[in-house]
């Protein structure tokens, strides 16, 4: 079965900076899907961004956008121009929707 | 017009009660699941429909019970609450074999009193 780890249990960020969040995973599959989701206090999950594997560029949602490294089976997500509304809870997962445990993000103003 | 909705959003129960949440997707995909969020906020799928037919069952006790009449449904039955089966618990759909992510609904904060 895959396993989706997040080793960051809390990360915080200065207003307008820039914040990495970690994943990795681990499967046996060659062609797969990432997505990092967001999580606001409202509870309600959100899709920020989604990777193909057999796509070597990586993706990129305005402000958000991932480090892929396949070989290597990491999933990073990159969070520029930090702003108040992005502290949330974030959940790395793969395409069958096996979710990492969650980095809580805090925006300090 | 709400993608995926989920009724109700709050429920409060004894022990040994039983009680259902309804969803349901606007959104024309074959495939809905459910999903519980432990106090912890990690998230575990518990059950996946396609067509209205199960393809995921994962390891739940089996007083949960998904029935989906029609494939823009997926309903969740529990039988004889328990306090451990207090969570959240979200619907999602997807096409593709979600590979473009899932539609979440906004969860259903079961307590278990």
């Known amino acids: 079965a895959q396993t989706v780890t997040q080793s960051q249990p809390e990360m915080s960020v200065q207003e307008a900076e820039t914040v990495t969040l970690s994943c990795t995973y681990d499967?046996?599959?060659?062609?797969?899907?990432l997505f990092w989701y967001k999580q606001p206090p409202s509870r309600q999950m959100i899709l920020v961004i989604r990777?193909?594997?057999?796509?070597?560029q990586n993706a990129t949602e305005n402000r958000f956008s991932v480090n892929f490294q396949k070989a290597a089976k990491s999933f990073s997500l990159k969070i520029s121009d930090s702003q108040l509304g992005d502290a949330a809870m974030y959940f790395c997962?793969?395409?069958?929707?096996?979710f990492g445990a969650g980095t809580r993000l805090t925006v300090k103003p | 017009d709400t993608a995926v909705s989920q009724t109700p959003k709050y429920l409060v129960t004894q022990m040994g009660n039983d009680k259902s949440i309804k969803c349901e997707q606007n959104?024309?995909?074959?495939?809905m699941y459910w999903y519980k969020q432990d106090s912890k906020k990690f998230l575990k799928i518990m059950f996946s429909?396609?067509?209205?037919?199960?393809?995921i069952n994962e390891t739940v006790p089996n007083r949960f019970s998904p029935k989906s009449p029609d494939k823009a449904h997926l309903n969740l039955h529990i039988n004889s609450l328990e306090l451990g089966d207090s969570a959240v618990y979200f619907c999602?759909?997807?096409?593709?074999?979600?590979?473009?992510?899932?539609?979440f609904g906004s969860g259903t904060r079961l307590t278990v009193v």
């Open positions: 999602a759909s997807s096409s593709s074999g979600g590979n473009y992510g899932y539609t």
């Open positions: 499967t046996s599959e060659s062609d797969y899907y």
């Open positions: 990777q193909e594997a057999y796509k070597q």
């Open positions: 997962a793969y395409r069958d929707m096996r």
């Open positions: 959104l024309g995909h074959d495939t």
């Open positions: 429909y396609n067509n209205k037919e199960l393809i």
